[in-house]
């Protein structure tokens, strides 16, 4: 008998569309430019970093995906969840490997899938639904970075933050993000977390500077973002699309280059906004690690790494850690 899944909404449409306002006009009116990569994620964003995954120089997921594959029962006997909390879940679909492991382990009853999307967690929790009958499934909507206490208790948990977001973060950011997690965990609860390593810049790079261009389309979409929602007029193909390997922060930046001097409305903050010929708005950054500056981080915010498990190529890592 499959359990229905059940929804907690704790972010309206109303305050998304707030945090962009307040993030559009923050980050357009500094020096240099900036926008959150949250953004990128629209319906038609979400569709082609799809098709990146899936590109043969973009590496993370499918190496973080078979990972998952062979070690999730490793991960299942470190961590023995009851409750499976994955933060920023989206489809859900490399997760299955764990959810799998865990009810064969016999231990995992429940899993919590957490999104912004409500359309992305209705669609989840229902397959997972059917494909685990006996899991409860309660999806949570909400903005991770923010709301972590509306996580739910009630068994031993593990909080799997997947796909190497933790590299979205500057280092303050992530120091805040994983003391946050720590302070919602009771001491022996897990966090899993998928990194990607550093590696030589000439393999990186491509990965997000793909020969299609479809990682151009993708960091271009951020601007058609604006465009509908905020009633701006970025001119979205005369911005060339950037990727470049920033060795002292240790972490890749793409960013959005202006191919003339232009000016930008954007009606609905009632803000222009110069572009110099050739100025650069950064996007993203998505910061690569080694494993003891994982382990690092991790202490300092209270945790203690238990297990890490590697590629072949130390190209990306999982790394669970319990906390202290």
Same mark, same amino acid.
């Given at each position: ?9 704790y ?24 926008l959150?990569p ?20 973009y590496?993370?997921?499918?190496t973080e ?16 969840? %009851?409750? +499976?909390?994955?933060l920023?879940?989206g489809?859900?679909?490399k997760?299955? /490997? *764990? !959810? =799998?492991? $865990? ?14 999307s ?18 409860t ?8 970075t923010e ?9 031993r948990r ?17 120091? %805040?993000? +994983? ?10 609860e897990? /966090? *899993? !977390? =998928?990194? $990607? ?7 990186l ?61 954007i ?22 690690f080694?494993l ?11 945790f203690?790494?238990d297990?890490?498990?590697t590629?072949?190529?130390?190209r ?9």
């Amino acid at each position: 008998m499959t359990t229905t899944p059940t929804l907690e909404v704790y972010l309206q449409p109303e305050q998304l569309r707030a945090a962009l306002r307040k993030d559009a006009t923050v980050g357009l009116t500094s020096n240099p430019k900036w926008l959150p990569p949250k953004y990128f994620y629209d319906a038609r964003g979400s569709e082609l970093f799809e098709q990146i995954t899936a590109l043969p120089e973009y590496f993370p997921t499918r190496t973080e995906r078979e990972l998952l594959r062979r070690y999730s029962g490793e991960i299942a006997e470190v961590a023995a969840p %009851e409750i +499976l909390v994955e933060l920023g879940s989206g489809s859900s679909e490399k997760t299955r /490997l *764990l !959810l =799998g492991a $865990g009810t064969r382990h016999g231990s995992l009853h429940t899993y919590v899938p957490q999104d912004v999307s409500v359309s992305a967690l209705e669609g989840a929790a229902e397959q997972i639904g059917v494909e685990f009958p006996n899991l409860t499934v309660r999806g949570v909507v909400s903005d991770f970075t923010e709301s972590l206490h509306h996580l739910p208790r009630g068994g031993r948990r593990t909080i799997a933050f997947l796909g190497g977001t933790l590299g979205n973060m500057v280092p303050a950011e992530r120091a %805040e993000f +994983l003391s946050g997690i720590a302070d919602v965990l009771e001491p022996g609860e897990h /966090l *899993l !977390l =998928g990194v $990607g390593l550093v590696i030589d810049p000439a393999v990186l790079v491509p990965a997000y500077d793909d020969a299609a261009g479809v990682t151009a389309q993708f960091n271009r979409n951020v601007l058609q973002v604006l465009n509908s929602q905020l009633d701006a007029d970025f001119p979205v193909d005369e911005f060339r699309h950037v990727a470049l390997w920033d060795a002292g922060n240790e972490w890749i930046e793409m960013r959005l280059e202006a191919e003339r001097a232009m000016s930008i409305r954007i009606a609905e903050l009632d803000l222009d906004v110069e572009f110099a010929a050739g100025e650069q708005l950064r996007t993203e950054i998505s910061a690569k690690f080694t494993l003891d500056g994982v382990r690092r981080e991790l202490a300092e915010a209270g945790f203690g790494v238990d297990r890490t498990w590697t590629d072949p190529d130390e190209r990306f890592a999982l790394v669970c850690a319990a906390r202290r």
